[in-house]
């Protein structure tokens, strides 16, 4: 089992190489044509893309990690009983990373999430700052 965090590394790596192949073939043909050389040309653009391409994608496409899936709030929800754990309160819910996702908590997990009211909330995090 490779843990969530990796697995999205290894994700945004594969995601990363097929965005900037793509892009890059589509760029490369556009302004040469269709020439001799074309595969050498689309290689290097290719690669220059990636290096790009890959610390973008990393940054992109990790935040959203910190979204929690539908599913696990419906779980959540259901079992934290649609309201805040701390008062009870149903107004202004949140989803809350019990671990926070800046310090590895999973978003993924329905372990890891809870329900909050907007008053526990910003306290949470204020205590975490
Ligand atoms: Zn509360």
Request: with cysteine; hydrophobic share 45%.
């Amino acid at each position: 089992m490779i843990p969530t965090k990796y697995s999205q590394l290894t994700f945004g790596f594969f995601l990363s190489i097929f965005m900037s192949c793509v892009v890059s073939g589509v760029s490369v043909l556009n302004t040469t044509g269709w020439v001799d050389g074309f595969l050498n040309m689309w290689m290097t653009a290719w690669f220059k893309s990636w290096i790009v391409a890959f610390p973008t994608v990393l940054v992109v496409d990790l935040s959203p990690g910190r979204l929690i899936p539908s599913s696990v709030k419906q779980t959540v929800f259901i079992r934290d009983g649609g309201k805040c754990v701390e008062c009870g309160s149903s107004d202004n819910l949140h989803f809350d990373h019990i671990l926070p996702y800046s310090k590895g908590g999973t978003s993924y997990s329905a372990e890891n999430v809870q329900i909050l009211c907007a008053r526990h909330n910003l306290s949470k995090s204020a205590k975490i700052l």
